[in-house]
């Protein structure tokens, strides 16, 4: 499969775009377009538009009286729910309740597995244990009803002390697209197992993996701020804007990058061509397909794969960015003039780097995650995809 940056590079952008506010479209929304090009007779088998989704609670924790499920995203460009049955129903201003709140919940059956079916969306399927999530329906920006998502990683949020996480997720007559996500936070162990034309499994936390990444989360001294209790490890860039989490954490590492290939050239290798770079007074700037160059990120700008280490969807300046994002994230840079980095061996050797997208990678079995937002670059980021899916089972594992 073609690592996905150096596709189209729209996800990035949708990622950041919660932080608790209401927006138009869901986090995932722009996955699936990636597969359109692709697109054969075979792939059409999903056009019904109606997936058999199988929830299993093996928490242990919690029992299925415990855990609620919500499916909500968008459709048309419209933001949307799924209803018990299978349904999609229009996100409306009138679900909030006495409490200023909808109640989206779909409550897990009696015993067993869940089965429910899943329409073509876009969306989150989000899991809460022990308490119902806060989704709240407002006025969106163009004037439609759209939904204030629950933000772990905001203290002010009505449900930051609850426990839930969600996976991501597009299906339409292209198929299933889906992934497992810590780019904001990671809290609740869980798998996607898809079926269609193979069986994919993707997201698995190894025995004992959710404890270990906690620990050592906790051990760093730059990190450890960001574990809340026992509920959550929030990502470092939201913990920055919380003020959890050092602003200049990596300068170091990109002021020793920017001196470094003052003198010598990095080259970075993308499905468009090879680039050649070099730091041109004070920006970084490549030949190669295109001219494309970037001004020094900050610490933010890492983490989020934004600002200076924008990716715009131009096939050229954004595959560049994200193989840079990728770089610095996991402190390759200095150590390989040629990138991307494929080998996991050589992730986050240095003391400087980001040791919570280190410690989820080291929780799961297959050692991919989505730490970071472009962690799709050399294909480490927990991502399956099938043109002709025939079902999906998302699974909460042990803690």
Not at 178 to 197: K, Y
Not at 251 to 267: F, H
Not at 346 to 366: C, G, I, M, P, Q
Request: hydrophobic share 40%.
């Amino acid at each position: 499969m073609t690592p996905r940056h150096q596709r189209n590079l729209t996800r990035r952008k949708a990622l950041f775009a919660l932080g608790g506010a209401a927006v138009a479209a869901p986090a995932i929304a722009a996955i699936a377009p990636y597969a359109m090009a692709g697109q054969t007779d075979a792939s059409t088998k999903a056009a019904a538009g109606s997936l058999p989704l199988t929830i299993v609670n093996n928490s242990g924790s919690f029992g299925n009286g415990s855990v609620y499920v919500y499916i909500v995203g968008n459709q048309d460009g419209k933001q949307v729910r799924v209803t018990q049955d299978g349904k999609l129903a229009p996100i409306s201003l009138s679900d909030n309740g006495a409490d200023g709140f909808t109640d989206y919940a779909i409550p897990l059956a009696g015993s067993g597995e869940t089965k429910l079916s899943l329409p073509f969306m876009s969306g989150r399927i989000y899991v809460s244990l022990g308490a119902k999530l806060k989704f709240k329906a407002v006025q969106g920006g163009n004037g439609d009803a759209a939904l204030q998502f629950p933000a772990g990683w905001v203290k002010s949020d009505p449900s930051f002390g609850v426990l839930h996480d969600c996976a991501e997720f597009t299906f339409n007559s292209a198929g299933m697209f889906c992934n497992t996500t810590m780019v904001d936070m990671f809290s609740v162990p869980m798998n996607i197992r898809l079926e269609g034309a193979g069986q994919q499994t993707i997201g698995t936390i190894r025995d004992g993996g959710r404890a270990a990444a906690f620990a050592a989360v906790k051990q760093n001294e730059d990190f450890a701020p960001l574990v809340v209790d026992d509920l959550r490890i929030m990502a470092p860039g939201h913990g920055l804007d919380a003020g959890l989490f050092a602003k200049d954490y990596f300068a170091p590492y990109i002021d020793e990058v920017w001196s470094t290939y003052t003198g010598k050239d990095l080259t970075v290798k993308t499905n468009a061509g090879t680039f050649t770079g070099r730091v041109r007074g004070d920006r970084f700037t490549f030949d190669g397909p295109a001219s494309v160059s970037f001004a020094k990120p900050s610490t933010r700008d890492v983490l989020f794969c934004d600002g200076n280490l924008a990716a715009p969807n131009d096939g050229t300046t954004g595959p560049v960015a994200a193989v840079l994002g990728a770089g610095f994230n996991r402190s390759t840079l200095l150590s390989n003039p040629a990138q991307p980095t494929t080998s996991a061996a050589d992730f986050y050797r240095t003391e400087l780097t980001n040791h919570y997208s280190k410690a989820v990678h080291a929780a799961t079995e297959d050692g991919k995650a989505y730490g970071f937002a472009f962690d799709d670059v050399a294909d480490f980021a927990s991502f399956i995809q099938d043109n002709a899916p025939t079902a999906i089972r998302l699974t909460l594992s042990a803690f």
